[in-house]
């Protein structure tokens, strides 16, 4: 069975700083591993993924993430944060061995404080 | 244009009756998904149709009972509400293929009173 931990319920930044938010994962095969973000009363945007190649990967919004295949990790980074930031980040999980289906971890609340 | 759409966005009802959600994608895609975001905003995947056949029926009550006239909608149906059914129920969609992001709809926020 798939699975992904974001093992911090919370993450508390201060704008113009550096924000990592964790992310490890378990599947059968090849990952196929994406960020999401989900603002207040809105539905998940897509962010980045990895698929095979770079291990950095880099996204929208100035995102980027490292893929580490001895980690089984996949933390999501960003070098300076900013206040906008402040939302529900989803890590997920996708193998080629389990029709399609995708697991989500269960969400890191990102708060940039001014 | 929105690429996917649910309607209503929100729906408060009573216990034991029945209601449906709505969603449609006009991004050509042929992977459509019904997910359950809970109080604590756990995100689950329900179930997931390609090309009107369904993939992916995860451990949901028979209440829920999906529906995909066409390639383009996949409805939700739920008989006898309970008060556990509240939730947010998202609708996506992705092309085919274990790489393909999601795109989802903005929600329907269900209330059982």
């Known amino acids: 069975a798939q699975s992904v931990a974001q093992p911090e319920d919370q993450v508390n930044v201060a704008e113009g700083n550096p924000l990592t938010v964790k992310c490890t994962y378990s599947?059968?095969?090849?990952?196929?591993l994406f960020w999401y973000v989900q603002y207040p009363n809105r539905g998940l945007q897509f962010l980045l993924k990895?698929?095979?190649?770079?291990?950095l990967v880099k996204g929208s919004y100035g995102f980027e993430a490292e893929f580490n295949k001895s980690q089984t990790s996949f933390h999501l980074k960003k070098p300076s944060a900013l206040v906008s930031d402040s939302a529900l980040y989803f890590c997920?999980?996708?193998?080629?061995?389990?029709?399609?289906?995708?697991?989500f971890g269960d969400g890191t609340t990102l708060t940039v404080k001014p | 244009d929105t690429a996917v759409s649910q309607t209503p966005k929100y729906l408060v009802t009573q216990m034991g009756n029945d209601k449906s959600i709505k969603c449609e994608q006009n991004l050509g895609h042929d992977t459509m998904y019904w997910y359950k975001q809970d109080s604590k905003k756990f995100l689950k995947i329900m179930f997931s149709?390609?090309?009107?056949?369904?993939?992916i029926n995860e451990t949901v009550p028979n209440r829920f009972s999906p529906k995909s006239p066409d390639k383009a909608h996949l409805n939700l149906h739920i008989n006898s509400l309970e008060l556990g059914d509240s939730a947010v129920y998202f609708c996506?969609?992705?092309?085919?293929?274990?790489?393909?992001?999601?795109?989802f709809g903005p929600g329907t926020r269900l209330t059982v009173l």
């Open positions: 997920a999980v996708r193998g080629n061995t389990n029709a399609g289906k995708s697991t």
């Open positions: 149709y390609n090309n009107k056949e369904l993939i």
């Open positions: 996506a969609s992705s092309q085919d293929g274990w790489d393909s992001r999601q795109f």
């Open positions: 599947v059968s095969g090849n990952p196929y």
């Open positions: 990895y698929i095979t190649g770079d291990n």
